[in-house]
């Protein structure tokens, strides 16, 4: 819980969550080529929220935030990768259990 005393702690997690926020409205205007964008507004405002917090919260518990990124070597690499997908997993799961993935692009998810 010591790292949550730090201002740098808190610098990065509001750099994650504005990364998050831009790729995830990256990859609906990728996925929808920007034209049906409108269409899909709703769904990308409601399920954004949910989104940032599965993925900062699996960062948080895959030891992202621990250590320097002066040094990061293959197990922080291993770490990266494994909050991703752990963040990804757990916002299917959400995905499923609220909008029981039906109108959901697998593309954004991808």
Request: hydrophobic share 55%; aromatic share 18%.
């Amino acid at each position: 819980m010591n790292i949550l005393k730090g201002k740098n702690f808190w610098i990065i997690l509001f750099f994650d969550t504005i990364i998050l926020a831009l790729c995830y409205g990256g990859a609906f205007w990728l996925r929808f080529e920007g034209g049906e964008l409108n269409a899909h507004r709703s769904f990308l405002l409601h399920t954004l929220p949910p989104l940032v917090l599965l993925k900062l919260f699996s960062f948080f518990i895959s030891d992202m935030y621990r250590g320097m990124w002066r040094y990061a070597g293959i197990r922080d690499l291993l770490n990266v990768v494994k909050g991703s997908v752990l963040g990804t997993l757990l916002f299917v799961i959400y995905l499923t259990m609220v909008y029981h993935f039906s109108g959901v692009s697998r593309a954004i998810i991808i």
